[in-house]
């Protein structure tokens, strides 16, 4: 019996170096297609024209995402894929990959997608993201200090609505070149003073810094919004920086992420900031083969002077088929924040 345990173990074992160094979709295990990534990913870092460099980033994608999903042999027909893409030369590099720390989609964090906090980084060229949101925020009973406008003569007293609602849609797709240009409207409606006003954003996002191994990712974020509604603030231009820490090698890891973003308003009213700021930090962690668990704190200045939005957020995000995200996420506000609770639901949809 040990002998033929002994003879069926060899034979699987030259079995799988078999599928490796031929680059067959069929070997499932994790190591092959982390290396089968490492393998893409050094083909992307090298001169390519730009059809290759954009099949070769719709292979990565559907490996990464293969991977997250624990869909091993999946995985590797992407690999497989890029293989081919590549030419004859690519088999060779393929068995030389080793394993390599890639993004993972579980713990991929967008803005309120499921938390305040936005990941470092960029879609590849030619591929969009499209999110769908919806928002709920339940407004302190009391309102805060005074905006310091000179008409403020009475004090601070109780708000007529606290309950606002607010719908948005975005759409993001990658230009290549470490860049990705984005649009967004949402809308605002409740019994909330703020109700009856909507937004429209346009940014621009360059990966200054890509995600390689344990290195932090930097990317720039800049755009501009226009709010609408008969009672709309001021259009805003947007500078920050997004940052990215993998905290651990390999596959599972969790994620540190931290952003800083200065607001500049263009056309500002009376008892209304100049500049204000946001910063945010949060932890992801894959707890699950489709699962990713986010805890953060955010903190964002209104554009009225002393009033601003602070939370401690906990968020949840959730790989379906078909290139579907889930991700749902709960603020509750701390110190002086204008926002007893803040509930965040979303869904996207990669192409």
């Not at 002994?6 to 982390?34: F, K, M, N, P, W």
Request: aromatic share 6%; hydrophobic share 40%; net charge negative.
């Amino acid at each position: 019996m040990t002998r033929l345990v002994r003879v069926l173990a060899a034979a699987s074992y030259a079995t799988l170096a078999t599928t490796i160094s031929c680059g067959l979709a069929h070997a499932q295990s994790r190591g092959d297609c982390e290396a089968g990534i490492g393998f893409i990913r050094d083909a992307q870092s090298r001169p390519q024209d730009p059809a290759t460099r954009a099949e070769l980033g719709k292979a990565l994608r559907d490996a990464q995402r293969e991977l997250g999903e624990g869909e091993y042999a999946e995985c590797l027909e992407a690999v497989e894929d890029a293989r081919t893409i590549l030419g004859s030369g690519g088999a060779a590099a393929f068995h030389r990959a080793g394993p390599a720390l890639e993004e993972d989609e579980r713990v991929q964090g967008d803005r309120d997608f499921p938390v305040s906090t936005e990941a470092a980084g960029v879609p590849d060229r030619g591929e969009v993201e499209v999110r769908v949101l919806a928002g709920y925020s339940r407004l302190r009973s009391l309102r805060g200090m005074s905006s310091g406008g000179d008409d403020d003569d009475e004090p601070p007293g109780r708000r007529s609505g606290r309950d606002l609602m607010t719908p948005s849609i975005e759409a993001e797709v990658g230009l290549g070149h470490n860049l990705s240009a984005s649009v967004g409207l949402a809308y605002a409606f409740g019994n909330a003073e703020e109700a009856k006003t909507g937004e429209a954003e346009f940014t621009l996002k360059w990966n200054l810094l890509p995600a390689q191994g344990l290195r932090p990712a930097l990317t720039v974020i800049g755009g501009i919004s226009a709010p609408f509604g008969p009672r709309h603030e001021s259009s805003e231009t947007l500078l920050g920086l997004l940052a990215s820490q993998p905290l651990s090698p390999g596959a599972n890891a969790p994620v540190l992420y931290a952003n800083i973003l200065w607001f500049h308003a263009l056309d500002r009213g009376e008892g209304e900031r100049s500049d204000r700021y946001a910063a945010s930090v949060a932890l992801a962690v894959p707890v699950a083969r489709r699962t990713g668990l986010f805890v953060g704190y955010s903190r964002e200045q209104d554009s009225e002077h002393r009033r601003a939005d602070q939370f401690i957020e906990l968020g949840v995000r959730q790989l379906l088929p078909a290139d579907f995200i889930l991700a749902g996420g709960v603020g509750i506000g701390v110190g002086d924040s204008e926002t007893d609770v803040r509930v965040l639901f979303g869904l996207q949809k990669n192409f």
